[in-house]
């Protein structure tokens, strides 16, 4: 055996350590200031072991801290479009979640800065969200609730797009309550069939 191979593998409690300190420092510091060695500092772990598990360096090892933070909830299933999105925006992990939105401002700067991070950003944390919001959608076309020539490329991310403009350019915290107008006042009028 070679000393690699004798080596305890990160995993388990000792990996969700590291993980959490690597949330804890993105809230800190952002992606930008964000190092291995500093995580390595946070977890009480060497910056060889961050390396060994992590061998795509800070994207890998944020990437997996983000993919962990929260497990992403059961779709909502209402039968109603209206519900699922109330569901699926102000439950855990949507943009009610203080955690959830924080996160997410300590990449928005690497997101259009950082090639690498954007593209496993979206592929690997962002892709699981839009599946999420497209069957959502696709069941609302299913019960007949959407007009015929909506175009869901434009649709499904309109809710999330309002509500963060709200949130990074006017500096309001997203709530159930302004969601939910969202969803009536535009989201709906602009998607669904007029009784």
Do not use: N
């Not at 995993?11 to 510091?29: H, K, P, S």
């Not at 069957?135 to 991310?157: H, K």
């Not at 309550?177 to 602009?190: E, F, G, K, S, Y």
């Amino acid at each position: 055996m070679t000393p690699a191979e004798t080596r305890p593998r990160v995993e388990g409690d000792r990996e969700q350590e590291i993980l959490d300190a690597t949330l804890e420092l993105l809230g800190e510091v952002g992606y930008d200031r964000l190092t291995m060695d500093a995580v390595a500092t946070r977890a009480k772990a060497s910056k060889a072991t961050l390396y060994r598990r992590w061998g795509g360096g800070k994207v890998a090892l944020v990437i997996d801290a983000l993919k962990a933070a929260k497990q992403q909830p059961d779709l909502p299933d209402t039968g109603s479009l209206r519900e699922d999105l109330r569901a699926a925006f102000c439950g855990m992990g949507g943009l009610t979640d203080d955690e959830a939105v924080s996160h997410f401002t300590s990449i928005l700067t690497a997101i259009s800065v950082d090639p690498e991070f954007a593209t496993a950003f979206r592929r690997d944390v962002l892709e699981a969200k839009i599946a999420g919001s497209r069957t959502i959608w696709e069941r609302a076309r299913a019960r007949g609730e959407l007009r015929d020539d909506v175009d869901l490329e434009l649709m499904e991310p309109a809710l999330a797009g309002i509500v963060m403009h709200r949130v990074f350019l006017l500096g309001r915290a997203p709530d159930a309550d302004t969601i939910t107008r969202v969803i009536d006042q535009i989201i709906l009028p602009a998607a669904t069939r007029r009784p």
